[in-house]
């Protein structure tokens, strides 16, 4: 999580974003969705530029869509409303 809201670095939470990102897993993008529910504004520009580049790179990433989805459904109110924050990026990288 500090590596994600890191505030000294942009370029450590844009590249753990994206490097959680392209492991697009459950745990992962939940990670991002906490992150993203605490950080400001500054921060999350720096999350969604890091999602952004693993969702248009090269490798591309795993359908973070559907994670995103059931984080949507999560127990907690942070992971659900960072969730709801990451859907438009994963359903449109251009977002």
């Known amino acids: 999580m500090e590596l994600l809201l ?6 450590v939470t844009r590249q753990t974003a994206e490097a959680l ?14 992150a993203l529910a605490q950080a400001d504004d500054h ?8 999602v952004h580049d693993a969702l248009v790179g090269p490798s591309g990433a795993p359908d973070v ?10 127990p907690e109110e942070a992971v659900r ?3 709801a924050d990451l859907l438009p990026w994963a ?3 251009r977002y």
Not at 6 to 11: C, L, N, S, Y
Not at 21 to 34: D, K
């Open 81 to 83: 409303r960072g969730a």
């Open 6 to 11: 890191d505030v000294e670095d942009t370029a």
């Open 91 to 93: 359903d449109d990288p």
């Open 65 to 74: 869509t559907a994670v995103c989805e059931r984080l949507a459904q999560d």
């Open 43 to 50: 921060r999350a520009d720096w999350l969604q530029t890091g």
């Open 21 to 34: 990102t392209r492991v697009g897993s459950l745990p992962a993008m939940r990670l991002i969705a906490i």
